[in-house]
C-alpha cells in the first residue's frame, strides 16, 4: 500500500493561486504584450484557474491558449500505447509577446522541451517564461527552470506528485504518493 499525505491543503492551494497571480501582474503589468498559454492536460486547468483569477483582478486583454504537445514528445509511443491527444486552442499568433507557459508539475523537463517546439508553430515569441504549481528540482534530466512556482517539492525518484482540482477531484489539494 503506497504511502500517501497532503503536502498543499485547500486553503494554502488557494493562497498560492492568487500569489501567482499578483506576481505575474508585477512581472507583467497590463498583459499588452503577454499571454497565457496552458499545457494540455494538468496545465491548462492551473491556466484557466490563473487567467480567471486576472480577469477578477482587472487585467482585461490576456490572450489566453491551451497547447497539445502529444505529438512532440519522444515518448508518444510507449509499451502501453499511443498516448491521447487534446485540442490546441490557440487563436493568435504569439509573435513578439512574452509568453507565460503554464504547466501542473516540473520534472524533468521534457514537457516543457515539447511544448517550446510545439509552440513555434504560432510565431516566434520575444520571451518564453515557464509557471509551475509544482517544481520537483533535483529531478530535472534537461536544463529547464521554472520563473514562477507554486510549490517546490524535494522528491524521491519513485514519489509521484498529483494536483488535484476541485473540478475534477472534489477539493484542490497536492498530493504526495510515496512507494
Not at 498583459?31 to 492536460?41: E, K, P, V
Request: with cysteine; proline share 3%.
Amino acid at each position: 500500500m503506497p504511502d500517501t499525505r497532503t503536502i498543499h491543503n485547500s486553503a494554502r492551494f488557494a493562497l498560492t493561486i492568487e500569489r501567482l497571480c499578483r506576481h505575474l501582474i508585477e512581472e507583467h503589468g497590463d498583459f499588452a504584450d503577454s499571454c497565457l498559454i496552458g499545457i494540455q492536460t494538468g496545465g491548462v486547468q492551473l491556466a484557466e484557474r490563473l487567467h480567471r483569477r486576472l480577469i477578477e483582478l482587472g487585467v482585461t486583454k490576456l490572450p489566453y491558449g491551451k497547447l497539445d504537445i502529444t505529438f512532440y514528445r519522444d515518448d508518444f509511443r510507449t509499451k502501453a500505447g499511443p498516448l491521447t491527444a487534446h485540442p490546441t486552442e490557440i487563436d493568435f499568433l504569439v509573435e513578439d509577446k512574452r509568453v507565460v507557459l503554464v504547466d501542473d508539475v516540473l520534472f524533468s523537463g521534457r514537457t516543457v522541451l515539447s511544448a517550446m517546439t510545439a509552440l513555434n508553430h504560432f510565431g516566434r515569441a520575444s520571451a518564453v517564461e515557464l509557471l509551475v504549481m509544482v517544481d520537483r528540482r533535483f529531478r530535472r534530466t534537461l536544463p529547464v527552470q521554472a520563473n514562477y512556482r507554486g510549490l517546490v517539492v524535494d522528491t524521491l525518484t519513485d514519489e509521484y506528485v498529483d494536483v488535484q482540482w476541485a473540478e475534477t477531484h472534489g477539493t484542490d489539494q497536492i498530493i504526495l504518493t510515496g512507494s
